[in-house]
């Protein structure tokens, strides 16, 4: 067995040990998931023949009970896991969610069960603390003496604060910035813990902002296309989606073709070339936009210069556009090498 595995199976048996009665060990392994699926309040009731404020009650005479065990030194072989999960935490930034200690400390993704050791540690051992779950936050571990759980909420809901303000993403270099910390790798751990922000590729941002947290095949095009900032032939997009950090990327190259010429932030530019339409990119054939071209100028306009316009929008060889120009319905030859509107 690896030795942090060890280190953090002593601690939960040990702190067991201090539970006299075989029902509360049983009330308390099932609350949290130590041998298996964490069960509610109703479950161990209906098993015991007991009420569900019973385990309640139980449940928190418990803790105290262990609580108490851990600051009088009453269980030995917590201290090795406290200094394990102390030292952890203060190379991640001295708070992690749960599932990220989890993974570091056992050196690869920690399963339920393993997660719910460490937060059955946590939840008594003096120099930790707990941020409990909700709509808001994901569970977390922090190191006690830098914060209980009420001063870490208010440290993530104040970086929730500081990036809708900006309504846009921010790297951590930005919002160290804005906010007193000691490294932009403790903002990183706390932001972490909010379940209404989101990061990716090294930006963070409000979780139902597409940038940062695209859901669907179109929002994921449009973070590509952003990212790149240049035009991209289809089937490039697709292979840079599948090669991406998204949770979800096995797309098919004509389904992201599909999605690209539905979606109005997407303009054709070339041959299965796109392009956003926010780079000042419009729809068109290309006599539509030598129209549209020399309408704005007002004047006549040397091939050269349409020339110039035309490629500014639209990725294309120089002999279509010049093809176009030979439109006499649509386009009038002013003198030898300048045209204007028919």
């Known amino acids: ?6 280190i953090l199976k ?21 609350r949290f998931g130590l041998k298996g699926n964490k069960e509610t309040l109703e479950q161990i009731g209906e098993m015991l023949s007991i009420t569900r404020e019973r385990v309640r009650q139980l449940e928190k005479a418990i803790l105290i009970r262990l609580q108490i065990a851990a600051e009088e030194g009453q269980i030995p072989e917590l201290a090795p896991a406290e200094k394990l999960l102390v030292r952890n935490l203060t190379e991640m930034g001295r708070v992690a969610k749960l599932s990220d200690l989890a993974d570091k400390v056992y050196g690869k993704e920690a399963t339920a069960s393993e997660r719910a050791g460490i937060y059955f540690i946590a939840t008594f051992a003096k120099a930790l603390t707990i941020v409990e779950e909700n709509d808001k936050y994901n569970v977390a571990v922090g190191i006690a003496e830098y914060g209980d759980s009420k001063k870490i909420r208010e440290r993530v809901d104040e970086i929730v604060k500081v990036i809708r303000e900006n309504k846009k993403p921010m790297t951590l270099d930005e919002l160290d910035n804005k906010l007193d910390y000691e490294h932009p790798d403790h903002i990183k751990a706390v932001a972490s813990i909010s379940k209404l922000l989101a990061t990716l590729n090294g ?7 597409p940038s940062v947290n695209p859901k669907n095949i179109r929002d994921k095009i449009f973070v590509i296309l952003e990212t790149k ?13 599948r090669e991406s950090n998204f949770k979800r990327k096995n797309v098919t190259v004509q389904a ?14 070339g041959r299965g070339i796109y392009a956003l339409s926010s780079w000042g990119y419009k729809k068109g054939t290309i006599s539509e936009i030598i129209k549209s071209i020399l309408e704005k100028a007002d004047r006549p306009m040397t091939r050269e210069e349409i020339v110039k316009h035309v490629l500014h ?16 319905k649509l386009f009038k030859k002013v003198d030898r090498n300048s045209y204007t509107l028919a």
């Open 10 to 30: 002593n601690a939960t048996n040990g702190s067991l040990k201090i539970i006299e009665q075989e029902r509360e060990r049983e009330i308390i392994s099932r």
């Open 203 to 209: 930006v963070w941002g409000l979780a139902k902002w």
């Open 313 to 328: 929008v639209r990725k294309v060889k120089e002999t279509t556009i010049l093809l176009n120009l030979q439109n006499k």
């Open 229 to 241: 900032k240049e035009p991209m032939h289809f089937s490039e997009i697709a292979r840079e989606i």
């Open 256 to 269: 992201i073709h599909n999605e690209l010429i539905k979606d109005p932030r997407f303009i054709l530019i």
């Open 1 to 6: 067995m690896d030795q942090n595995a060890e």
